[in-house]
């Protein structure tokens, strides 16, 4: 984001709590500061000066944990952000959140930002949809959520990695006769639609958009593609899936009851995007913030196995 800011002229600041990564900016030319947003940071406004716009994309993301872990990345870190934006002058706040807020154990199809949320299926979606309530109401920061739906492309550690990381280890559950199905969205859409989000018009002041690449590909294919060019072996196991989500409950509720625990191979969340189709309407986005994505799959599985950025 900040690479593609500087690029086009913007003033911009990264702000961070890992120190390598932030050197690692630093390095490259990039101005930086280092905090710790779990923790109210006053001092900063003095550190950074005034600012127009702020755009939060840090969170606590994955599919299991404690809730007081993601109730301090994802809850305390954003409210602390905010107050940080409202000292600094901003009059724009972009919030980054994430469609797991709609996630359920069913197919889910062209779901728009009206739609009426489920009971969370995890911590994750739990405090991130706090989160959004605490950015809607800070109106004088001009707040947007964007809920990008599975981001991947250069630097993304979460969806492709986890995937060749479980085709690794095994085979994976066919479930529901390879019915799921999802649209994941290239990193450069996302930022193309953070940089639609920061110079529209104060109308969209108070809107939340769902992102995603448009296109809805079954996961089957996409890990077949994934694993065939990354030459990592695959195999898949028909598994019933009343069964594997029961196993999966259980094996959550064992590992969260030890403190020294770690994530279970398979989670309720993890389980449900082997089994069902998910996929978000961004006609929103397009008619309001004048966005649409233009990295197609093909061309985006291309240049994130081919290590290559987008022009």
Known sequence: MIRHLSARGFDSLALGRDESRCRALQETGFKTVRADLSRPTPHLASVIGRVDAVVHCAALSAPWGRLSAFRAANVEGTRHALDLAEMLGAIRFVNISSPTVYFELKDKTDVAEAAPLPRPINAYARTKGEAERLV????????????????????????????????????????????????????????AAITAALTANPAISGETFNISGGETVPVQEIVTRVCAELAVPLRWKRVPFRPALMAARLAELASLAHSASKEPLVTPYTLGLFAFRQSLDISKARRMLDWQPRISLDEGLALTLGGRQAP
């Open 136 to 191: 809607l109401a800070r109106q004088k920061l001009g707040p947007v959520n964007l809920r990008p739906r599975g981001i991947y492309g250069a630097g993304e550690e979460t969806l492709l990695p986890r995937l060749v990381a479980a085709a690794r280890r095994g085979p994976l559950p066919l479930l529901r006769d390879g019915a799921a199905a999802i649209d994941l969205t290239h990193v450069d859409d996302v930022v």
